[in-house]
Nanobody, 115 residues
Framework: QVQLVESGGGLAQPGGSLRLSCVASRSSFSGRWMGWYRQAPGKQREFVAHITTSGGTTYVDSVKGRFTISRDNAKNTVYLQMNSLKPEDTAVYYC?????????WGQGTQVTVSS
């Protein structure tokens, strides 16, 4: 069974940056679209971005121009570069397949944006 391990979260000031990583325990994601999702306190988990097997990307409107998703299939890793962070980006961030999550959810990584 594939395990997803997210890392790279932390506390950032508004306008700051963080880079999230997600490593899959097996290489089975190389042939899949991968995505990042987030869940803010008291809200449902929502889609943030996805990347296709050929590198095409899609973003939710609220992060366009600020976040960049990328992948390294050789390292079984997908990344999310987050710039110009806003307090409303505060959430636990998860990776999974896209457009529908298929693997078991990992533990996520907490991102807190606050001054």
């Amino acid at each position: 069974q594939v395990q997803l391990v997210e890392s790279g979260g932390g506390l950032a000031q508004p306008g700051g940056s963080l880079r999230l990583s997600c490593v899959a325990s097996r290489s089975s994601f190389s042939g899949r679209w991968m995505g990042w999702y987030r869940q803010a306190p008291g809200k449902q988990r929502e889609f943030v971005a996805h990347i296709t097997t050929s590198g095409g990307t899609t973003y939710v409107d609220s992060v366009k121009g600020r976040f960049t998703i990328s992948r390294d299939n050789a390292k079984n890793t997908v990344y999310l570069q987050m710039n110009s962070l806003k307090p409303e980006d505060t959430a636990v961030y998860y990776c999974n397949t896209a457009p529908m999550p298929f693997f078991p959810w990992g533990q996520g990584t907490q991102v807190t944006v606050s001054s």
